[in-house]
């Protein structure tokens, strides 16, 4: 039977996925809320199609290490991801973990079908002003790699992985204030206007690592 499986934990987002994909053409659509649910249903349906939430119990970005567990096991089966996170960086990182689609859960029904029609077919689907964002990001993390010094590239790597200024300090044994200048002038090399955009940078360079 042509089944899909969908792995979120909020009930409306649910039964609206059910839907939409038994009017996509699903013969037997299942459910699970946790990533751990949604392996063994996998294991032991095997569906076509995988819709993911990437925020899945709480747990931060679950639903990353479930497409990187499942892509371990199964390169072909198809994965769309369908996220209240519209940020770029996560979208990229969930590509490169091996989602075929990433869809915003703003989106329109239509938007919807047309994703798992592309991704049903094993063809990777992300929505143009999403893909220009993440090909600007991309971009954006390839500049000056030769231009950063040692500590400028320890800084950022640190920055790429979650650290707190504190933290990177205590890392690197200097003080907060050579952190805090070292990410100043990171700022001005790599076109960064805010911090967080700095640590954008940062987190696309260790994807593309």
């Known amino acids: 039977m042509n089944r899909a499986l969908i792995i979120d934990d909020h009930p409306i987002v649910l039964e609206g996925c ?8 699903f013969g037997e659509v299942l459910e699970a809320t946790t990533a751990l649910e ?5 294991r032991r349906s095997k569906p076509g199609l995988i819709v993911v939430d990437l925020s899945i119990g709480g747990a931060g970005l679950a639903g990353l290490s479930f497409i990187r567990r499942l892509r371990r096991h199964d390169d072909v089966t198809p994965l769309l991801v369908f996220s209240m996170h519209s940020d770029p960086v996560i979208a990229s990182r969930a590509l490169k973990a091996g989602a075929t689609g ?13 994703a798992v029609e592309k991704v049903r077919q094993r063809k990777p689907y992300i ?38 200024y504190s933290q990177i300090a205590d890392e690197l044994g200097v003080s907060y204030k050579t952190v805090a200048n070292t990410c100043s002038n990171l700022k001005e090399k790599l076109k960064a206007s805010t911090l967080q955009d700095l640590v954008r940078i940062a987190v696309m360079r260790r994807v593309g690592a």
Not at 104 to 113: E, M, Q, R, S, Y
């Open 18 to 25: 059910r839907r939409m994909l038994l009017e996509a053409g």
């Open 38 to 42: 949604g392996f063994r249903i996998y």
């Open 102 to 114: 990433f869809v915003a859960k703003d989106i329109p029904p239509g938007t919807f079908l047309e």
């Open 127 to 164: 929505g143009h002003e999403m893909a220009m964002q993440v090909a600007m990001l991309g971009s954006r993390a390839q500049r000056g790699p030769s231009e950063l010094t040692g500590r400028e590239q320890q800084t950022l790597a640190l920055l790429g992985k979650g650290k707190a």
